[in-house]
DNA sequence: GCGATCCGGTGTAGTAATGCAGTTATTGCA
DNA sequence: TGCAATAACTGCATTACTACACCGGATCGC
């Protein structure tokens, strides 16, 4: 926005801002099926549960860059919506456990499913052979990409 | 995430997810910058006024998708912060004109343009001719993805 | 064994987002 | 002219996120 629409120095970046745009609506789109149910940091918070399992809230608002205590309060709160379970360490008894509930692991999927099914359905109206092709681009443009891991889950929008 | 990481029926959508996800940190990382000075739901707005100036509060809460008073606690938050003005309209006395101040647009500007830096740097580590083919693959997926225009900039991800 | 450390949780508090209901001012229409 | 509709705003209430300070239990190192 507020770029000179004319003079594009760069067409690659002015294409990749449009991608951009349309893969984050896509996400955004998959997020609004759950918005009803959790905020987006809870949601962000199930991500982090879903990728490594067995965390404990220390480590999870270490992820989420939170401090420990709002990352017990965001635990009650999807506890109590039975998303998460809370288990007693066996080995060290003053740390918890978190785990997703099946709830909680269907909720995530489904968002991760829809987001693939809108994906697949823009692919779907690729010609084959411009697939392929867009394949072989995305292979070199994650490579480009790919080596800034940082902050992959900053923000709200860990989709 | 928690798709089975073997079997992928899809190789253009797991690559889409993946640049997806480096695209989406992106947007993030751009965000973070302002994240101190804003909260994202006052960045939506401000994205908003940006890109259709001269609205009046009824406008913006239409295009965020919440309640007139919610418009107007926002804009509250806005003006105290020096980011939008408020003008009184001439023809309707009854009305308000929002406009983004020289601090707003400043704003927007930084994180649109740390965006575009960023991926230019990406861009920059194509050779050449991978770069034209980027640039053709991803005009065939911009055309693909981008027939669904609805809800650009929904939920807190409108980057 | 004992103090330092660590973990999770609670008390407290501030800001933000949000909506419903109701108010005021203004406009438009009959 | 007068009443309905409209725009913005305010009062009120709820929920969430957030952190700091603190507490109590558990573990670890010496």
Redesign the interface.
Known sequence: ???IPGASP????D???????????????S??RV?DQVT?PQYRAL?VL??RDRLRPIDLADALDVSPSTATRMCDRLVRKELVERVHSDSDRREVVLRLSPDG?AL??EV?SA??RD??R??G??AAE??K??????????D?????P????????S?
Request: hydrophobic share 55%; no cysteine; proline share 1%.
């Open positions: 926005m507020q770029r760069d067409p690659a970046t294409l990749l801002i449009t991608a951009s745009r349309a893969l984050v609506a896509i996400a955004a789109k997020l609004a918005e987006l991500v879903a990728s692991r995530v999927g991760t987001r693939r994906l697949r823009v692919v109206r690729i411009d697939q092709r867009l394949i072989e681009a995305l292979r070199v443009f994650n480009a990409a790919g080596e800034a940082e902050s992959t889950l900053a923000l709200g929008m989709l």
